[in-house]
């Protein structure tokens, strides 16, 4: 079952090696030796327990799909494993990641860091390894599209996004089942799945309001079959970015009210607001923008004079939110890292 895609031989010794100290060059050199027996294995025993857990269920649902997608292109020698033995990295949402390749096999990445992690939270590396594999199966089904496809910010949330629902998804039906030492983590996402679609995940863990993203996307949908006019069209965009700019002020407000001294529960209050009214605006700025102005190229309509008012007041309003953006930049960031190590991350 493992003889083609568990076999790592001298293309793995490439990429594995623990970070060393500085020794004598013979010491060293078997220290590497070891290292990379150590990570081999390791990773050897992940893929075999992944594979294990997948093949115990005989439901056919949309990770165990996902996964035998993927391990057709192992078998067929089309995407390897391998850890990266120069990464000295211990960002843990970034641990596992796929490395496309247009034209040859791909690969799923781990960090030396990831591979030392499983041997404590083992469930949490397991679903990042499908996590991985979403982005591997929609290489598979798009072709070459989906390297282009993935230069583009949109798009490339969109695919971290389907990569975060399967995830959850294999944390709620096969993980939390069986395992009793989940982590904050991998209950917070198998959480958010039915408690607001992964809206909070995305908030918090990607930093993108996913409400504004399909909110806009979902009126471009609407144009196009017909449900929506022009005129309802931008009254939805002024209404949706006043929200925003409304949000950005109250803020804004509080922070310069006479309180300069608020409780602790006040506090984390602005911190949290603070934040989310960020997100919400780069959001509209990164990624709302672009998505309008595919619909302004999709139908012509939209660009009619008689629109032309609208359009500029539009832009108006994003300017607005690009002015008043100064104030919560430096918070996204803090606010963000701070609510990441409360999940164990």
């Not at 001298?10 to 500085?22: E, K, N």
Request: hydrophobic letters at 40%; glycine letters at 6%.
């Amino acid at each position: 079952m493992y003889k083609r895609y568990l076999v790592f031989g001298s293309f793995l010794l490439l990429f594995t090696v623990f970070a060393c100290q500085t020794v004598s060059p013979q010491t060293e050199a078997a220290r590497t030796t070891t290292s990379h027996k150590v990570d081999q294995d390791r990773l050897r025993d992940l893929l075999k327990n992944l594979d294990q857990v997948i093949m115990s269920s005989t439901t056919d649902d949309l990770v165990r799909q996902t996964y035998m997608a993927v391990r057709k292109r192992m078998e067929s020698g089309h995407l390897y494993f391998l850890v990266d033995k120069d990464s000295t990295s211990k960002d843990i949402l970034q641990g596992v990641y796929y490395s496309p390749n247009a034209k040859g096999s791909s690969w799923i990445i781990c960090t030396p860091y990831i591979i030392k992690l499983s041997q404590t939270r083992p469930e949490l590396v397991l679903s990042l390894l499908i996590n991985a594999m979403v982005f591997a199966e929609s290489h598979a089904e798009k072709g070459e599209s989906f390297i282009l496809d993935y230069k583009n910010p949109l798009n490339a949330f969109l695919y971290s996004m389907d990569a975060l629902y399967v995830q959850s998804l294999f944390i709620d039906q096969y993980l939390a089942k069986k395992a009793s030492n989940l982590g904050a983590y991998e209950r917070y996402l198998a959480d958010g799945l039915g408690f607001d679609g992964l809206s909070s995940v995305a908030m918090y863990v990607v930093g993108v309001d996913q409400m504004i993203v399909y909110g806009v996307m979902e009126l471009g949908k609407n144009l196009g079959d017909g449900s929506l006019e022009a005129k309802s069209y931008f009254d939805q965009l002024d209404t949706l970015f006043d929200t925003v700019i409304a949000r950005m002020l109250e803020v804004v407000a509080v922070r310069n009210s006479v309180n300069q001294s608020p409780s602790l529960e006040d506090g984390e209050n602005q911190k949290r607001s603070s934040y989310i009214a960020g997100v919400s605006a780069l959001s509209v700025l990164h990624y709302g923008l672009a998505i309008i102005d595919g619909h302004l190229t999709a139908y012509p309509a939209l660009r009619n004079k008689v629109w032309e008012p609208r359009r500029l007041a539009v832009n108006g309003r994003a300017q607005r939110i690009k002015d008043n953006l100064v104030y919560f930049s430096e918070k996204i960031a803090s606010y963000r890292a701070e609510y990441l190590r409360s999940l164990g991350l």
